[in-house]
């Protein structure tokens, strides 16, 4: 009897036995038709309908009214200004270059001793200044493209052409303004011409009274010869002063900015002038670099 009893507890504190996956599809089905069912078929009100007619304002006037995006402004619309100065820029490379072909063309075709030994010398002239005027850009194009070595050798280029053009420049202006001066120097004025009347007769007196040999009125001859040529060369002294009249008020400004410290002579400014007028047709090329980096994608 005892030994039934323990039996049966023992079979009823037997432990469960887990489900199956189908036993639980089973069971979870039914579950979920359950909680659909209780589902309210309606949703909530919306917030609208909970507040009052009365607080709708009558006036839709007020109503906010949509935003539209502003447009993306780049920088470079920001800086007009920027655009308009590299295209003058580059006017100004081109300019400078054609000017720079042309005297530089010029005077190396004056140095031919033939026709063809000057057309020779013109193809130089025009290829080493063309060369000076895109080099640069060139040059700098390569070395952002991390092309170091023939970007230098640009640069080497560059500088042979650039020196080349210079003297050529050189050349030019000299031979223009020695002859310009010249034919300054060489014109006749009306003080220019008294004095050498003045002289011519000078002399017909002098020959008069010294045919018949030397004596005391022959030597007032003479004097007065050496002093009516004297006139005459101081005349065109002047005139040959006047032949170069900026040299002589270049003279005056230095001074009178210097308050008399500086006092260059008329070489001195020659030389300068000369310089200037050789360098700057042969900067066109660097002046077409600064143009063309400034129109660059963020330059700024």
């Not at 599809?25 to 359950?34: E, L, M, N």
């Not at 991390?146 to 050189?170: D, L």
């Not at 009249?245 to 002579?265: E, M």
Request: net charge positive; aromatic share 6%; charged share 15%.
């Amino acid at each position: 009897m005892a030994e039934e009893t323990i039996a049966s507890i023992i079979a009823l504190h037997q432990p469960k036995r887990g489900k199956t996956a189908a036993q639980r599809a089973r069971t979870y089905r039914p579950r979920k038709r359950q909680r659909a069912k209780a589902a309210p078929d309606a949703e909530s009100p919306s917030s609208e309908s909970l507040i009052p007619a009365g607080f709708f304002s009558a006036n839709t006037a007020f109503t906010e009214s949509p935003v539209t995006p502003l447009p993306l402004v780049t920088s470079r619309a920001l800086r007009p200004s920027n655009r308009v100065a590299s295209i003058l820029l580059m006017a100004a490379a081109f300019a400078l270059a054609t000017v720079g072909v042309t005297t530089n063309g010029w005077f190396a075709r004056s140095l031919g001793s033939s026709d063809v030994a000057g057309w020779l010398f013109l193809a130089i002239g025009v290829a080493a200044d063309l060369a000076a005027l895109v080099m640069p850009s060139c040059a700098v194009g390569l070395w952002h493209t991390r092309q170091r070595a023939t970007s230098i050798a640009g640069w080497a280029v560059w500088a042979m052409t650039f020196v080349f053009a210079v003297t050529a420049g050189i050349g030019f202006a000299s031979v223009n303004m020695t002859d310009v001066a010249t034919a300054r120097a060489a014109r006749v004025t009306p003080a220019v011409t008294v004095a050498q009347s003045a002289l011519r007769d000078a002399m017909s007196a002098r020959d008069r009274e010294c045919m018949h040999g030397l004596g005391k009125f022959c030597r007032e001859r003479e004097a007065a010869v050496a002093e009516r040529r004297q006139i005459l060369d101081g005349a065109m002294a002047s005139l040959g002063q006047t032949a170069d009249p900026q040299t002589d008020a270049a003279i005056k400004l230095v001074a009178w900015v210097s308050h008399g410290v500086l006092r260059p002579s008329g070489d001195d400014f020659a030389m300068l002038r000369l310089v200037l007028l050789a360098l700057l047709p042969q900067i066109g090329g660097i002046l077409l670099m600064v143009g063309r980096s400034a129109m660059r994608p963020g330059a700024s």
